[in-house]
């Protein structure tokens, strides 16, 4: 089993930056990739951007350029540096973990970009 703890997220203006951060505890050494996805009201859950143990990442074609996500393998965490946000950019945001063949969530939490 993997736990994986989101914090971060709020309330940001548009043009501003955030840091969301996933701290995985439980069996991490079954960890090969992890991943931010988002889902905003009334769509689909969508790809932010992955990273596997080896550091390769891939974005979205939305996110690139403005977002990046980095691991701490040390802290057994996951960053994802938001910046530029757009109002498009507002959702809840998730963070995954593939272990073997199981995928593990995370809570979500709330980016809104607003004035």
């Known amino acids: 089993q993997v736990q994986l703890v989101v914090s971060g997220g709020g309330l940001v203006q548009p043009g501003g930056s955030l840091r969301l951060s996933c701290a995985a505890s439980?069996?991490?050494?079954?960890?090969?990739?992890m991943g931010w996805y988002r889902q905003a009201p009334g769509k689909e859950r969508e790809l932010v951007a992955t990273?596997?143990?080896?550091?390769?990442?891939n974005y979205a074609d939305s996110t690139k350029g403005r977002f990046t996500i980095s691991r701490d393998n040390a802290k057994n965490t996951v960053y994802l540096q938001a910046n530029s946000l757009k109002s498009e950019d507002t959702a809840v945001y998730y963070c995954?973990?593939?272990?073997?063949?199981?995928?593990?969530w995370g809570q979500g939490t709330q980016v809104t970009v607003s004035s």
């Open positions: 995954n973990a593939k272990a073997g063949a199981t995928t593990y």
């Open positions: 439980g069996s991490i050494f079954r960890i090969y990739a």
């Open positions: 990273i596997t143990n080896d550091g390769s990442s």
